[in-house]
């Protein structure tokens, strides 16, 4: 199998293309590699034409989205596995090709495909041809601690969705012989029509008006669901959240959204994570970073100070002499990567604040007034004081 090829490439714009560039390409590429302008080609040409006319469509898909194209230029084609419609792999789902292109290329704009072209991926069409329903996508989200985060965990999801039927098992109807072919399609699900196209004559293609799709009508429809074969009902998703996820990230739970009527296939449920504030630690990607308050005679003499980490609490040495705004390093004490995102563990940096005191009693000026004059105390900032005070204006 060759390699999938890099969106942007597929497209033939750049990185920092707009919405507009971005659907101008799309539809030259379109216009260009339809298969109804290789209907008199070779076989090798008309896979080559429905090759690349999915190719540009999967690229389109998900670089005119701007949650997916972020998601794309932050994890390429891994994306897939994050959940949110990513990039590792093209599904119109129950969607018919023509519904898409016409959002595309305007309301008017439709083709037949007949036999000579499968559509892309995900089987929105039955053996029989007629289309196969698809539920809803259900979107929620869930809120997590960094302690969570820190180590994964499993959340239950309270959604409303709709659910088959029990009465009529999600058919319409009780009697399978109260199913019928429905006479306007012939059972195809869509209705076509002769029409001019940018090729010559074509097909407009829409969906039946009477079986709305399905390919069969009811004549005795369930009295609980009235011949929809579906009911809403509230229930309770456990969804798996894996550790290292950030605010915004998207899990897709597949078939746990809205089920589709007459036995169509079911939606997702999408989890978007809300990371909850942490009372004392701040979070950039995977590192964490903490400030802690000491005095000047800690700062002189040096401490031991304890730090709270996700995993407990750390003992951390404050050297004699520290300045404020020292920066320390705890390796491993962040948060870990997403698997199969990035590798090992972030790190937690502390960063230590002296505290001058307001006031002085009289024993105390005194003391200190005499240590004034002394070498000790006389400002020197070296090159090593430099470079620290250069790295905490980076980090914090």
């Not at 379109?30 to 290789?38: E, G, N």
């Not at 896979?47 to 389109?60: G, R």
């Not at 000491?294 to 951390?316: F, H, N, Q, R, W």
Request: proline share 4%; with cysteine; aromatic share 8%.
């Amino acid at each position: 199998m060759a390699a999938k090829r890099d969106y942007y490439e597929v497209l033939g714009v750049d990185k920092k293309a707009s919405a507009d560039e971005i659907k101008s390409a799309y539809r030259k590429l379109a216009l260009k590699w339809h298969p109804d302008r290789w209907v008199n080609g070779t076989d090798a040409e008309k896979k080559t034409a429905e090759d690349n006319f999915k190719e540009a469509a999967e690229a389109y898909s998900i670089l005119s989205d701007p949650d997916k194209r972020a998601k794309y230029d932050q994890f390429g084609f891994a994306a897939d596995q994050m959940g949110g419609g990513g990039a590792g792999g093209f599904d119109f789902g129950g969607m018919d090709i023509n519904d898409f292109l016409r959002n595309i290329f305007g309301g008017g704009f439709g083709f037949d495909f007949g036999g000579g072209f499968s559509g892309f991926g995900g089987g929105s069409s039955s053996e029989s041809g007629t289309r196969v329903a698809r539920g809803r996508d259900i979107r929620t989200s869930v809120k997590l601690t960094l302690e969570e985060i820190a180590t994964g965990c499993d959340k239950d999801v309270s959604i409303e969705r709709a659910r088959p039927c029990p009465d009529c098992g999600g058919k319409g109807t009780k009697n399978s012989s109260d199913i019928k072919t429905c006479p306007t399609c012939n059972g195809q699900g869509r209705v076509r029509q002769q029409a001019r196209s940018l090729f010559g004559m074509g097909y407009t293609i829409s969906t039946c008006p009477q079986c709305q799709g399905a390919g069969t009508i009811i004549t005795n429809p369930c009295r609980r669901c009235n011949g929809t074969g579906l009911e809403r009902r509230r229930e309770t998703v456990r969804v798996h959240i894996p550790a290292g996820v950030e605010d915004g990230m998207q899990i897709t739970v597949r078939g746990e959204g809205h089920a589709a009527a007459h036995g169509g296939v079911s939606g997702d449920l999408l989890v978007v994570i809300a990371q909850q504030p942490h009372p004392q630690l701040q979070r950039d990607g995977n590192n964490l970073f903490y400030t802690t308050t000491i005095s000047v005679m800690d700062a002189l003499l040096g401490t031991e100070v304890s730090i709270p980490c996700l995993d407990g609490s750390y003992k951390v040495k404050v050297e004699p002499g520290t300045q404020s705004g020292t920066v320390v390093k705890l390796r491993g004490k962040g948060l870990p990567s997403v698997q199969g995102y990035g590798r090992g563990t972030g790190d937690m940096y502390v960063k230590f604040q002296v505290w001058v005191p307001h006031k002085l009693s009289r024993e105390e000026r005194e003391t200190f007034e005499r240590m004034r004059f002394s070498s000790s105390f006389k400002p020197d900032l070296t090159r090593e004081d430099k470079n620290t005070f250069d790295k905490v204006k980076n980090i914090f």
